[in-house]
Structure formats: structure tokens, C-alpha cells
């Protein structure tokens, strides 16, 4: 069983369309991450979100940290193909080193 | 460019054969760490490291050994290679040990043992 838990695993769409994944836990975290991730490459950080009910824009991306630090979210509109890849929250539990704890991901197609 | 540097990119082993991962950093980075990444299961923790002489285990430890010597190497040992081995491996690394700072992951090395 995954501490964090995102949904949906996949996820195929148009471009232009508008969407949302979730990452999911019991467990309170001290901070949470968005990584996205290319195929062949490592995951590269998009946002770091630390305080309950904190919202952050990127562009067309807009993460969220839910009010309890167990969820987060992120928002993504008007989708383009160039956001396709694999989106990985990992949140770190507090107290501690930085052992941040990795989700399965978010896989997401964007098709022209 | 400046960042994490991981060797080799690909590698065969055979069944209980031993390598070294390789991973170096030149960001001067405190916080180095060890990712496995399969299919289904996101990455991992191996084994990280808060700083020169400090190494501490991770979440799937069994198997691999890590040292740090020096602030910009952090290798990882394969004992006895297995076929559960197979994975992709990740080395990252972070400016503190602290949160709120992301990790800078190298491009991965992909092993298959069989």
C-alpha cells in the first residue's frame, strides 16, 4: 500500500482540455512536491508547497496543499502535448531528514 | 552543465555478480540519496546520505551497500546481484537535509539482471 496515493494512474486527453490529479494520504506531511518526468530521464521538480491550504501557479499549473497537509493537487489548463509525462507527488513526513516519499504517478498524454 | 551525474546509463549483470552504481554531484549538495524506480511503484528510497561520512538506510536497503567519502560521490554497491534487482536507479540530491528543497535527480541508470 502506497503512503501517498494518486489518481488516476492514466490519463489520456485532447489538447486544450482542462484536467486535475490527485495525491492522497493518511499521513500529515511537513511539505509536498510535484515532479514531472520524461521518458528516459529523471524526475524534475515543478513546485514545493509547505503550508496547509497553500496555492501556487506555474503558468498553466496550479498545485494546491490541502488545509490537513494530507492531499494535494494539481491543476493543469488548457492542456498542450508538451505536458505529457509522468507527474510524481512526494511529500516528506515531519520530523526528521529530508526521506521524501515518492507516489506511484500520474501518467498523462496530451494528444494534438 | 552543473548537476547530478550517474554511470553507467545502461548495464546487463549476470545472476551474483557485483558493480558500483556511480553518482557524483557538483552543486556542493549536503543531502544525497538512492532511488529504485519500477513499474506501478514510484521510487523508492535505497539508502541517502546527510553529508560526508553519514549514510543511513532507506525504505528497500537489502542488498546494496552505499559510503561517503567525499561530499560530491555517492556510490552504490550491488553485493550479489538478483534478478529483483532489475530497475531503474536514480541518484539525487538536495542542498540540505531539511525540507522545503527539491531534489536534483541524475538521468537514471537502467539495470537488468538475469
Known amino acids: 500500500t502506497q503512503l501517498l496515493e494518486q489518481s488516476p494512474q492514466f490519463l489520456s486527453i485532447q489538447e486544450g482540455e482542462n484536467l486535475t490529479v490527485y495525491c492522497n494520504s493518511s499521513?500529515?506531511?511537513?511539505?509536498l512536491q510535484w515532479y514531472r518526468q520524461e521518458p528516459g530521464e529523471g524526475p524534475v521538480l515543478l513546485v514545493t508547497v509547505v503550508t496547509g491550504g497553500e496555492v501556487k501557479k506555474l503558468k498553466r499549473l496550479t498545485f494546491q496543499f490541502g488545509d490537513a497537509r494530507k492531499d494535494s493537487s494539481l491543476h493543469i489548463t488548457a492542456a498542450q502535448p508538451g505536458d505529457t509525462g509522468l507527474y510524481l507527488c512526494a511529500g516528506s513526513l515531519s520530523g526528521g531528514y529530508n526521506k521524501l516519499i515518492f507516489g506511484a504517478g500520474t501518467r498523462l498524454a496530451v494528444h494534438p | 552543465n552543473a548537476g547530478v551525474t550517474q554511470t553507467p546509463k545502461f548495464q546487463v549483470l549476470k545472476t551474483g555478480q557485483s558493480m558500483t552504481l556511480q553518482c557524483a554531484q557538483d552543486m556542493n549538495h549536503e543531502y544525497m540519496s538512492w532511488y529504485r524506480q519500477d513499474p506501478g511503484m514510484g521510487l523508492r528510497l535505497i539508502h541517502y546520505s546527510v553529508g560526508a561520512g553519514i549514510t543511513d538506510q532507506g525504505e528497500v536497503p537489502n542488498g546494496y551497500n552505499v559510503s561517503r567519502s567525499t561530499t560530491e560521490d555517492f556510490p552504490l554497491r550491488l553485493l550479489s546481484a538478483a534478478p529483483s534487482q532489475t530497475s531503474v536507479y536514480f541518484c539525487?540530491?538536495?542542498?540540505?537535509?531539511?525540507?522545503?528543497?527539491?531534489?536534483?535527480f541524475g538521468s537514471g541508470t537502467r539495470l537488468t539482471v538475469v
Open positions: 539525487a540530491s538536495s542542498y540540505t537535509p531539511t525540507t522545503n528543497y527539491g531534489y536534483t
Open positions: 499521513s500529515v506531511f511537513s511539505s
